[in-house]
């Protein structure tokens, strides 16, 4: 089992910056994809962006490309994602994610493949 933490929320104006971070525990080793999702208002959960667990390709939502970059520390068991440019519709509800139970090579961008989730962090970016 894997148990995660995030951190760093806060509110933000448009073009502002934010860094939300989350920590795992729970396994020895940190051999497994992670992700960042959001939720806003109303909305379904949505994929943000995903880091394998060695130093690889990350993969990005089309709508944060270029403006977001998630990055990850294992030997402090912490992935981290970085908004800069951060617009009104970034506002959500954002959550960690681990796919610790498979041996996947590369991450995925799908809800129901992710086994650990965080409580979520509020991101707010006022006009």
């Known amino acids: 089992q894997v148990q995660l933490v995030e951190s760093g929320g806060g509110s933000v104006q448009a073009g502002g910056s934010l860094r939300v971070s989350c920590a795992a525990s729970?396994?020895?080793?940190?051999?497994?994809?992670m992700a960042w999702f959001r939720q806003a208002p109303g909305k379904e959960r949505e994929f943000v962006a995903a880091?394998?667990?060695?130093?690889?390709?990350?993969y990005y939502a089309d709508s944060v490309k270029g403006r977001f970059t998630i990055s990850r520390d294992n030997a402090k068991n912490t992935v981290y994602l970085q908004m800069n440019s951060l617009k009104p519709e970034d506002t959500a509800v954002y959550y960690c994610a681990a796919d610790w139970s498979r041996s996947r090579w590369t991450p995925s961008p799908l809800i129901a493949d992710y086994d650990s989730w965080g409580q979520g962090t509020q991101v707010t970016v006022s006009s």
């Open positions: 880091v394998p667990w060695f130093a690889g390709r990350t």
């Open positions: 729970g396994r020895t080793s940190s051999n497994y994809p």
